[in-house]
DNA sequence: ATGGTGGAAGGTCCA
């Protein structure tokens, strides 16, 4: 089974980009987020048109929204409404054997790290840390998380560690809580676990830098994690940096892995 | 030190 995470910014201007990527790399089920529309208007019909007729979304108008599109039935469906609010960052699908798949949004933070002073910040850090509590009370082992989590855990996830400390995303603050997060729920970073921790590794560059490919300043955002005693079945993973170059570009690129169910 | 761009809106917020 081949699954993918992109965060699309907008499923609808993005429609095209998400069906040939599909297509292209013969995804089976496909992870979205920041569709960024109501339900009403999520575009049903083009993915029921290639095959993708088992979906599960949940949006809002102009901002968040996550989307699950997959070639094949699932099981089970459902989220979870994180620090109280009904903000369409989450959801979950129980795919073959009853295995979970949570794909999430969270909140990318402001631009102040400093939870006194900024709700935003208050707010990342308040998500991640129910989402440790979340996994910690939810015993079943057999999960896969994927999504932005807008955060760059690890020194060679950003292009200068150094000068990234104090920018939300690589915050200490923030990068101690993920990695709690991921040793507590016994998650394995996919990712990390195939390409070594002294390579750099990114999945999001700005739209801010015309010459993103030239400069390179790109961040590692998005993540694919799996439970460790899961681990033995993933074949491969891959950050799809192609997408980057293509005409009306998400600033994040897909990440795919191939797990043997 | 600042602003750079893009998306959903149709002014302004968010990333």
């Not at 019909?45 to 989307?67: L, P, W």
């Not at 798949?101 to 933070?109: E, K, Q, R, S, T």
């Not at 002073?117 to 009370?137: A, Q, T």
């Amino acid at each position: 089974m081949r699954i993918a995470t992109w965060n699309i910014n907008s499923v609808r201007l993005r429609l095209k980009q998400v069906l040939r990527f599909i297509k292209e790399q013969k995804i089976d089920v496909m992870c979205l987020q920041e569709t960024k529309t109501p339900n009403d208007f999520f575009p049903s019909k083009d993915f029921d048109k290639i095959g993708f007729v088992h979906q599960y979304f949940r949006g809002e108008k102009s901002y968040n929204g996550v989307a699950i599109v997959s070639r094949f039935k699932f099981k089970d469906s459902g989220y979870v409404n994180w620090c109280k609010k009904n903000d369409t960052r989450h959801i979950y699908i129980k795919i073959n054997n009853n295995i979970e798949l949570h794909n999430f949004y969270v909140p990318a933070g402001g631009d102040e790290p400093d939870i006194s002073i900024n709700p935003k910040f208050k707010h990342k850090i308040s998500f991640i840390n129910e989402m440790k509590d979340y996994f910690l009370s939810n015993t079943k082992k057999d999960k896969i998380l994927v999504g932005d989590l807008n955060i760059a855990p690890l020194e060679q996830d950003v292009w200068s560690h150094k000068q990234l400390l104090s920018v939300v995303s690589h915050t200490p603050i923030e990068t101690e809580a993920l990695l709690d997060l991921i040793q507590t729920g016994e998650w394995v970073d996919i990712m990390r676990e195939i390409v070594p921790h002294d390579e750099k590794l990114y999945s999001w560059w700005s739209y801010r830098n015309r010459n993103w490919e030239i400069s390179n300043r790109g961040r590692r955002l998005d993540h694919f994690w799996i439970s460790k005693n899961l681990f033995s079945l993933v074949k491969s993973g891959v950050i799809y940096k192609d997408t980057r170059s293509w005409e009306k570009p998400s600033d994040h690129v897909p990440i795919i892995v191939d797990i043997d169910f």
